[in-house]
T-cell receptor, first 116, second 111 residues
Framework: GAVVSQHPSWVICKSGTSVKIECRSLDFQATTMFWYRQFPKQSLMLMATSNEGSKATYEQGVEKDKFLINHASLTLSTLTVTSAHPEDSSFYIC????????????FGPGTRLTVL | DAKTTQPTSMDCAEGRAANLPCNHSTISGNEYVYWYRQIHSQGPQYIIHGLKNNETNEMASLIITEDRKSSTLILPHATLRDTAVYYCTRRGSSNTGKLIFGQGTTLQVKP
């Protein structure tokens, strides 16, 4: 299957700092990428839809000013957690739709964020 | 609202077939059924998807009822490495659209 990578795979930061997470589609182009958050022993929760060249669409209850999303190219979307706090500690996962090909949506390996 | 319902957990003996059910009674005519699985602390792995017809690939088979209100994922010969959380979800047919995940089924394959 197609490959989606995330960087970093894990990050520890101090409260109040900002953290950027990258999501890349390595062998295909993706006009649409998605960002999810997952707390321990819970399911994935969709945060936002990232569209190349346009503003992201956020799910209800997700603060767009806190979770900044940029999708500057067909292979890269970034999620920046601004002024992170301990309650933002979570597993962040991205996924990507191929521009051409089947209807599969491919997921990255996830980024573990711990805010101290 | 995940719009799909799955049993919370299931056990399966190693080497036997694992049959995971999913209810999606409100599915629209243009929505596909998707199955993913997630092994602890990893991103979800795509398994299979279908619209109306039954589908099979190297990983699994997907059986969709004629009224499309439910489906079953079949792992023909479960191994210990198939132990994971299995998610059934749905999305529109335009190759876009978000996936909303429910709680999934935790499948435990036992020796």
């Amino acid at each position: 299957g197609a490959v989606v990578s995330q960087h970093p795979s894990w990050v520890i930061c101090k409260s109040g700092t900002s953290v950027k997470i990258e999501c890349r589609s390595l062998d295909f182009q993706a006009t649409t990428m998605f960002w999810y958050r997952q707390f321990p022993k819970q399911s994935l929760m969709l945060m936002a839809t990232s569209n190349e060249g346009s503003k992201a669409t956020y799910e209800q209850g997700v603060e767009k000013d806190k979770f900044l999303i940029n999708h500057a190219s067909l292979t890269l979307s970034t999620l920046t957690v601004t002024s992170a706090h301990p309650e933002d500690s979570s597993f962040y996962i991205c996924s990507a739709d191929r521009v051409q090909g089947g209807n599969e949506q491919f997921f990255g390996p996830g980024t573990r964020l711990t805010v101290l | 609202d995940a719009k799909t319902t799955q049993p919370t957990s299931m056990d399966c003996a190693e080497g036997r077939a694992a049959n995971l059910p999913c209810n999606h009674s409100t599915i629209s005519g243009n929505e596909y059924v998707y199955w993913y699985r997630q092994i602890h602390s990893q991103g979800p792995q795509y398994i299979i998807h279908g619209l109306k017809n039954n589908e099979t690939n190297e990983m699994a088979s997907l059986i969709i009822t004629e009224d499309r209100k439910s489906s079953t994922l079949i792992l023909p010969h479960a191994t210990l490495r198939d132990t994971a959380v299995y998610y059934c979800t749905r999305r529109g047919s335009s190759n876009t659209g978000k996936l909303i995940f429910g709680q999934g089924t935790t499948l435990q394959v036992k020796p």
